[in-house]
């Protein structure tokens, strides 16, 4: 694949062409990111997906307003804003009680909160990006073997072909091969209880731009419900089923999905080895509270593309790895502060809650650091 550069020689700017061979390793948002911010720069590469098809299911389902700032440099921004929804409001309440109610309707946040969209929507739009900048994402082909020197990345697919890359941008998940083939520690530690969702239609009366949070039980349980289409909610609970501990009034339709999930919080120890950069939960993950995790990982691969396209990959694994390192401490801090059984850490909640809604400067404050990636 070619990129045209402008390039200082003997004095005189020249117009030279760079070929490079370019492998994005799984469509999943990193991946899709990754392709799509590299043919905003230039470059076309292969995208490759074990699935033989695209996934209809959601696992993130909100996306920051830095994600989108993010994909408006990749001239990828406006489909995301025509089909998102602004979730304006937050309603905490405790025992069925509200315990505050935060406003972001302001002029103060306009553009500035998170966006409610099905993860599936969100690598739709990717991908008909990619389309019409004529990259097709392979499906049914995974990697079934890579090795790397300082030089190149060889491949071997599934189909029983193979290739040498310049760059492999791995994003293939939490459970990456090409993360174990490479020998990357992942160190981390897994809870030991499970969560779950349910994705669920909705009738009567609903507010989609309401986030809201129900804090209940001596355990620190809590029931979280997420608009993601006008009639549509996704319901995530610390319980291992989201619908048998709902105790909001909700009037649902039909349910599409339900889920339980355990959470691991790891990180890997680098992000590159030679010619591959690791992104997306291929390189960390933590739990959803906050809802960061899909968010990270499209940074990570807007960056991974601007350092290949710029010829300045050094300073990725160290910069990604403290972004990363960030927000894992700051979604810990929030999932055991919202999950705590703990009354000092209850207070604690209810005090910071009060502050938000009710203090200007902590309400800008907060939001500037929750919607931030
Ligand atoms: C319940 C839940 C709720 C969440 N909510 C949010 C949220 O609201 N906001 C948020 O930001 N994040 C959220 N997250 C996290 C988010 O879903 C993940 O961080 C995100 O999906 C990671 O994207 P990814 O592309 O890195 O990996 P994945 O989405 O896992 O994609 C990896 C892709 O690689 C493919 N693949 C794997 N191996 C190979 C191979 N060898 N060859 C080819 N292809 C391969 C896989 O099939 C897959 O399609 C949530 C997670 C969970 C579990």
């Known amino acids: 694949m070619a990129i045209e550069v402008f390039c200082l020689d003997r004095g005189a700017f020249r117009l030279q062409v760079i070929q490079m061979d370019i492998l994005v390793i799984g469509a999943g948002p990193t991946g899709l990111t990754a392709a799509t911010a590299l043919t905003s720069r230039g470059l076309k590469c292969r995208i490759v997906e074990r699935k033989d098809s ?40 405790r025992d069925e009680r509200t315990l505050a109610y935060i406003d972001n309707s302001g002029n103060d946040f306009r553009d500035r909160v998170p966006l409610g969209l099905p993860q599936n929507r969100t690598e739709g739009i990717l991908r008909d ?52 083939q490479l020998k990357i520690r992942y160190p981390g530690t897994d809870l030991p209880n499970k969560w779950s969702i349910a994705d669920v239609d909705l009738k009567g009366d609903f507010d989609p731009e309401e986030i809201t949070l129900d804090l209940y039980g001596g355990e620190g349980e809590f029931t979280l419900i997420l608009p993601i289409e006008r009639r549509r909610a996704r319901i995530a609970s610390s319980t291992e089923d989201a619908l048998a501990t709902l105790r909001l009034p909700m009037k649902i339709a039909n349910i599409r999905r339900t889920a339980a ?30 809802g960061k995790g899909m968010n990270l990982g499209m940074a990570d691969a807007i960056v991974a593309a601007t350092a290949i396209a710029t010829e300045s990959v050094d300073s990725y694994s160290t910069s990604r790895y403290e972004a990363a390192e960030s927000v894992v401490r ?17 207070s604690a909640l209810w005090l910071s809650a009060h502050c938000i809604a009710s203090v200007p400067p902590v309400h800008r404050a907060f939001m500037r650091q929750w919607t931030a990636v």
């Not at 990006?129 to 890579?146: D, H, K, P």
């Not at 190149?152 to 174990?180: C, K, L, M």
Request: net charge neutral.
């Open 54 to 93: 695209p996934s209809e299911l959601s696992r993130a389902v909100g996306i920051m307003p830095a994600t989108i700032d993010a994909l408006r440099t990749l001239d990828a921004a406006d489909p995301f804003l025509e089909e998102a929804m602004p979730l304006r409001k937050i309603h905490i309440l």
């Open 129 to 180: 990006i990619l389309a019409e900048r004529g990259v097709e994402v392979e499906y049914g082909i995974s990697v079934t073997n890579i090795t790397t020197t300082p030089d190149r990345a060889d491949v071997n697919f599934s189909d029983s072909s193979s290739g040498s890359f310049d760059w492999v941008v791995a994003a293939d998940g939490i459970q990456s091969a090409t993360r174990q």
């Open 261 to 290: 999930f355990k959470i691991s919080i790891r990180q890997a120890e680098t992000y590159r080895k030679h010619r591959v950069l690791l992104a997306g939960d291929a390189a960390h993950c933590h739990s959803p509270v906050g």
């Open 330 to 346: 700051k979604t810990e801090l929030a999932r055991k502060l919202i999950s705590s059984s703990n009354p000092l850490a209850k």
